[in-house]
């Protein structure tokens, strides 16, 4: 059993959800990002997400977007952030999962990537360009090196779309809220507790929940209809804000779910 | 022979694919059930037919370039006149028919991108013309050198948004524009402008260009009893050329697609994706990009907005393996000097995405014996740069 398959088992034997929390690596800059996934460890967070910078981030909205300009300026690439990873395992044991697009994972090349990432203590990976459709080699070799596979369901996935995801999956299954792009509008009504329920017909693996929740009270929403809740591009604004206020607001919202 | 493809998965050899979020996924086997139906639905294909007739002027004429024969003293050369197309340029050909394929799957919108405009002028135009509300992304950069096809849209009833991120060019507008598909996928359909991007966008827009390609068999068999033995066209994404050259693919004759570039390849500052590209993928499917050795993608430059583009269409790479098309490159000052040299010669001022073929046919002509035939294709017209070339030349308009 994987470091995240462990933490989904233990929250779920405590009735507790997951916080997972998203930051881009390197905004403003690598050192500041030790520090910050140190502090979510310290407030209670259950996984990180940590962001893979891109020059072309298609599946984020402006705040992740710029988060990710930034990184690059500071010289951040995949290859860096393994070996950041592989440095953090000296400071923590908290589940890490990169969230990368797909072309810097092509170049680098798959194989040496799982095989890179594993060693550096990385234990899942999400690539939102990459379907299931595309990745057969990409799970195959993950399965092999017990990388975990996140893939992401969206409100608009079809019965065929979701026992596709639900199968390719392995960690969690990432449940995109909204129609849209990382960091809009979330709509609470009642349409996200139909689509789990109707995941769940196929599966038990855990639902974490993310894309636009942006508050603690919409957290602890969420919260209530799936396994754990990604919080992303709020969290990004809150770097930029300053120490006190993002651990407040990490707090909070660890609090709320 | 060659072999005819996409495969189901939509790949061309090894590239090609579906590399887009999960959300779109559904919407893209939407779009190539739509689309394979009105392939097969003879009420679509009439109407198709009608309106290419009646609307976009086709058959465009296939022109014999007397005067620039003359001057380049070699082979005879042929314009195959995709400029006089309804909107100037072969992009309506795509438009119309994406545009009626969004009709039959009940979208009420459509959205596009655009580089040098006229892929945003047509696809307005094909959103007039059916009744759909339409929005375009433009790069910050794009819209200063194309402006007035950015006046254009807007008297189409388009909305233009610009997009100031990134390079601020076309692949910007793409990203933007496969956000908004993303948010609005439910009520939009993505009119995407060539060749590129996830299955079935490459097979779908090629089928919509092919028309150029059809049309120019008959016409030069009419003129000379006989195939050319060359054809030409500048590649940005690739839909004019893959137009053009599909439906010769098996017919012994050399074909040529033209890249931007730039600067000059050792400058860095271009976007010759064979001369200094490799395989990634981006923006939907695997091709040749133009990428860092951490897989970032490069910025770009040419002189023309719609060559400006780090990929290329898939189709493209697997026939330049397979041996089928040779590639190769024009700079923006031999592009310019073939704008100036057409509209001298002929009258006819070509687009600057169309004058790097042209860049092209002044090298090659010359070499050749004059019972040569070769066939370019006359992708776009020039109005849209000519305030851009007079800048460039330091004239005040």
């Known amino acids: 059993m994987t470091r995240i398959e462990k933490t989904f088992k233990k929250l779920k034997k405590e009735n507790r959800k997951a916080f997972i929390p998203y930051i881009m690596a390197g905004d403003p800059n690598l050192e500041r990002t030790k520090d910050i996934v140190l502090m979510f460890e310290e407030c ?41 990873v592989r440095e953090l395992r000296r400071s923590t044991e908290i589940p890490v999962v990169l969230m990368t697009y797909y072309n810097p994972v092509f170049k680098y090349g798959e194989e040496n990537l799982v095989k890179d990432a594993k060693d550096a203590g990385v234990d899942g990976v999400i690539v939102p360009d990459l379907p299931p459709d595309e990745a057969e080699n990409f799970i195959k070799l ?61 599966t038990d693996k855990p639902i974490a929940i993310g894309f636009g929740v942006s508050t603690p009270e919409e957290a602890s929403q969420v ?8 919080v992303g591009s709020a969290i990004v604004r809150a770097v930029q804000e300053g120490r006190e206020t993002l651990k407040d607001f990490v707090s909070k919202l660890r609090k709320a779910i | 022979m060659i072999k005819k493809l996409p495969d189901r998965r939509g790949y061309f050899g090894q590239y090609g694919g579906r590399f887009v979020p999960e959300t779109l996924m559904p919407a893209l086997k939407e779009l190539e059930e739509a689309y394979l139906k009105s392939k097969r639905d ?70 596009a991108e655009t580089g040098a405009g006229q892929h945003g002028v047509a696809t307005a ?5 059916v009744g759909l509300e339409c929005e375009i992304y433009m790069g910050t950069e794009d819209m200063q050198r194309q402006a007035l096809n950015v006046f254009r849209m807007r008297l189409l009833g388009a909305k233009v948004t610009e997009v100031p991120v990134g390079s601020r060019t ?64 500048c590649v940005g994404g690739g839909s004019n050329a893959i137009g053009l050259f599909y439906e010769f693919l098996d017919e012994d004759i050399k074909m040529i ?55 290329i269409g898939p189709e493209h790479p697997y026939l330049r393996d397979s041996g089928r098309i040779e590639y190769t490159y024009a700079t923006d000052d031999e592009a310019l000097a073939a704008f100036e040299l057409l509209s001298k010669t002929e009258g006819i001022t070509p687009a600057l995405e169309t004058a790097h073929a042209i860049a092209e046919v002044i090298k090659l002509a010359p070499k050749l014996s004059e019972d040569k035939i070769i066939i370019v294709n006359l992708s776009g017209r020039g109005d849209k740069d000519v305030q851009h070339v007079a800048r460039i030349k330091g004239i005040e308009l």
């Open chain 1, 44 to 84: 209670e967070a259950d996984i990180v997400e940590l962001g893979v910078p891109f020059t072309d981030p298609l599946a984020d909205g402006p705040t992740i977007q710029r988060a990710s300009e930034r990184a690059l300026k500071e010289g951040v690439t995949l290859r860096k952030v393994i070996a950041f």
């Open chain 2, 42 to 111: 003879k009420g679509f294909q009439r109407e198709l037919n009608h309106l290419q007739k009646t609307y976009i002027g086709r058959p465009t004429p296939l022109y014999f370039a007397s005067r620039f024969t003359e001057y380049l003293g070699g082979a005879k050369v042929y314009l195959k006149r995709e400029d006089l197309a309804h909107t100037g340029a072969h992009k309506i050909n795509n438009a119309l028919g994406q545009s009626l394929l969004a009709r039959r799957m009940a979208k009420k919108r459509v959205i």
């Open chain 1, 142 to 202: 993950s399965r092999k090196a017990d990388l975990d596979t996140i893939f992401l369901l969206a409100p608009t996935s079809t019965e065929d779309r979701i026992k596709k995801v639900v199968k390719a999956s392995k960690g969690f299954i990432y449940y995109v809220s909204i129609t849209g792009i990382t960091g809009a509008k979330l709509l609470l009504d009642g349409s996200i507790e139909a689509l789990i329920s109707e995941i769940k017909k196929y």
């Open chain 2, 170 to 233: 076309l692949k910007d507008a793409i990203n933007e524009a496969l956000r908004d598909w993303t948010t609005n996928v439910r009520t939009t359909h993505y009119v995407l402008g060539t060749v590129f991007g996830p299955h079935p966008f490459p097979v779908m827009v090629r089928d919509f260009q092919s028309v150029i390609g059809k049309e120019t068999r008959r016409q030069i068999l009419n003129a000379e009893g006989g195939l050319p033995d060359y054809l030409i066209a």
């Open chain 2, 125 to 129: 135009t094909g959103a007039a013309l």
């Open chain 1, 223 to 230: 919260a209530g209809v799936a396994d754990g809740v990604i």
């Open chain 2, 257 to 311: 697609g033209v890249e931007a570039g730039g600067k000059g390849i050792e400058t860095g500052e271009h976007a010759a994706r064979f001369a200094g590209g490799s395989i990634g993928v981006f923006q939907g499917c695997k091709s040749y990009l133009l990428q860092d050795d951490d897989g970032n993608v490069l910025g770009t430059h040419s002189v023309s907005a719609g060559l400006d583009y780090a990929s």
